[in-house]
């Protein structure tokens, strides 16, 4: 039902144009609002963390091993908890042991294996020369075997054939075409299937599309992101959606972008990967700053 909302609400004129309005509107009052030119605690404002995300968008077939995981290999860190202690995490290990991907990559250096069982640390065990300095981080160990797949993936170069048919997706026009669209949508939930099951257990599809986000080609369905679709469309999708219902979510925002940029037709595709960064951006602060009513999505 949320999927057919979604269409509905980019099929016919007048209500594409009230789709878009909506959506313009909320923009406009984030951007106008006090908390766009507020400092945050790391001395950036909205504005400025906008256009940071915006700089130098890299295609994922054209980045290399340093840039892949330099953009990667923070989200595991904020899968499941809040930001400030994602933050934290993050702060901790750039300050004990850094973000390099040879040293991640490299069981010399980090050899960490999972037993099953689950997320409990006694699940893990650590080798390796870091493996002292990973025990006195006390950061989940679910977390550290994370990153370390995603080094070992990064060196692989796999990240190369993490990318979107963007042609094929962007040259479709009938949006109400549910089998053309059921298509798309097994397309892109294989690339995220492919992807976690690479990097293996408690890499879920919301942090694989937060990885990919930051190359332009995605949306990340945070909780933020779905209820401002949700307000925008209709929509009931969950705080937490699936894997097929947050491809459908992405699919919808590359479709919706084409009402926002009437021109899209003649943009290039790094103007198209830029744009769909920043309406992430925005979708997500239209609903972490309050700007939508509160909904029941569950």
């Known amino acids: 039902m949320a999927w057919e909302d979604l269409k509905n609400s980019l099929v016919g004129c007048d209500i594409e144009a009230q ?9 406009k009052e984030l951007i106008a609002s006090e908390v766009w030119t507020q400092i945050d605690d790391n001395g950036q404002t909205l504005e400025q963390i906008l256009a940071s995300c915006l700089k130098n ?23 499941n908890t809040r930001v400030d202690l994602g933050t934290a995490m993050v702060e ?36 390796g020369d870091r493996a002292e300095d990973l025990e006195l981080l006390g950061i ?9 797949n995603l080094a070992r993936f990064t060196l692989t170069e796999g990240h190369k054939e993490l990318h979107l048919a963007w042609e094929q ?25 492919n992807f ?3 990097i293996g257990t408690f890499f879920g599809h ?32 969950p ?36 744009a769909l960064r920043e309406l992430d951006f925005m979708l997500l602060n239209i609903s972490r700053q309050g700007l939508i009513p509160e909904i029941d999505n569950n």
């Open 57 to 79: 968008i890299i295609d994922i077939q054209d980045a290399t091993i340093e840039d892949f995981f330099e953009r990667a290999s923070n989200k595991p860190f904020y899968a």
């Open 92 to 127: 901790n290990i750039k300050t004990n042991i850094g973000f390099d991907v040879h040293t991640w990559g490299n069981p010399i250096n980090v050899d960490i294996t999972y037993a099953g069982g689950g997320y409990s640390n006694d699940n893990f065990s650590i080798r």
């Open 239 to 274: 705080d937490v959606p699936n894997i097929e219902q947050a491809c459908e979510i992405n699919l919808f925002c590359i479709q919706f972008l084409k009402m926002l940029y009437p021109n899209y037709s003649q943009m290039k595709k790094d103007e198209l990967l830029t």
């Open 19 to 27: 789709t878009a309005n909506r959506y313009q509107e909320k923009q």
């Open 206 to 237: 919301i942090t694989a599309m937060h990885v990919l986000t930051d190359f332009g080609g995605w949306v990340k369905c945070d909780l933020h992101l779905v209820r401002s679709i949700n307000y925008l469309t209709g929509s009931n999708y």
């Open 196 to 198: 976690i099951e690479v």
């Open 140 to 148: 989940g160990k679910s977390r550290l075997f994370v990153l370390q």
């Open 169 to 193: 997706i962007w040259d479709w026009n009938a949006f109400e075409d549910t089998i053309e669209a059921g298509n798309l949508i097994s397309g892109m939930t294989g690339i995220i299937d």
